[in-house]
């Protein structure tokens, strides 16, 4: 599925502390119709290699902690 990229972008983006309701509202839109991402395990080491590729400090636990839970959040909805 396409899109897994932009999401992974925006998520990538939170790193910064550039976190909006804009960027949480996307992400959560493409983990809803993303069979890939909601697979919260694949979304988190795609991450991963991204910020390795970057040189950039691994992302905190806290930071996968609070992904995690937007990922679960996603899963639990009734009918998605
Ligand atoms: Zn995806």
């Known amino acids: 599925m396409s899109g897994c990229e ?3 972008e925006y998520v990538y983006q939170y790193i910064d502390g550039e ?7 996307r992400v959560r839109w493409h ?3 993303c ?3 909601i697979d919260a395990y ?3 080491t ?15 636990e806290e930071f996968l902690s609070t992904l995690r ?3 679960e959040e996603e899963k639990a909805r009734p009918g998605a």
């Open 6 to 8: 932009n999401a992974v």
């Open 46 to 60: 795609e991450l991963k290699a991204r910020v390795a590729k970057a040189g950039r400090e691994a992302p905190s």
């Open 31 to 33: 983990l809803r119709r």
């Open 35 to 37: 069979g890939n991402c």
């Open 19 to 25: 976190l909006t309701m804009t960027r949480r509202a």
């Open 42 to 44: 694949s979304f988190e």
């Open 69 to 71: 839970a937007l990922i």
